[in-house]
C-alpha cells in the first residue's frame, strides 16, 4: 500500500469516526427529548452501525493483526 492510499484510509477512517460520534449524540438528543420520530431514530441508528462496519473494515486494512 502507497503512503497515498494510506494516508486516505487514514483520512477516511477519521471522518467516520467522527460521523459515528456526532450520530451517537444525535441520537442521543432525540432519545432524550421523547419528541423525535421513532423511525427517524431507526434509521439514525442503522446508519450508525452501517459506519462502524466501514470503521471496523478500515482499521483492519491500517492496523493489521501481527501474530506472535
Known amino acids: 500500500m502507497t503512503r497515498e492510499q494510506e494516508a486516505s484510509l ?3 477512517l477519521a ?3 467522527q460521523e459515528h460520534s456526532d450520530l451517537d449524540a444525535a441520537i442521543q438528543t432525540l432519545t ?3 419528541v423525535a420520530d421513532r423511525m427517524l431514530i431507526q434509521r439514525l441508528k442503522k446508519r450508525k452501525l452501517a459506519l ?3 470503521i471496523v473494515q478500515l482499521e483492519t486494512i491500517l492496523i493489521p493483526d501481527i501474530i506472535a
Open 52 to 54: 462502524k462496519d466501514r
Open 10 to 12: 487514514g483520512l477516511e
Open 15 to 17: 471522518t467516520k469516526r
Open 32 to 34: 432524550d427529548s421523547h
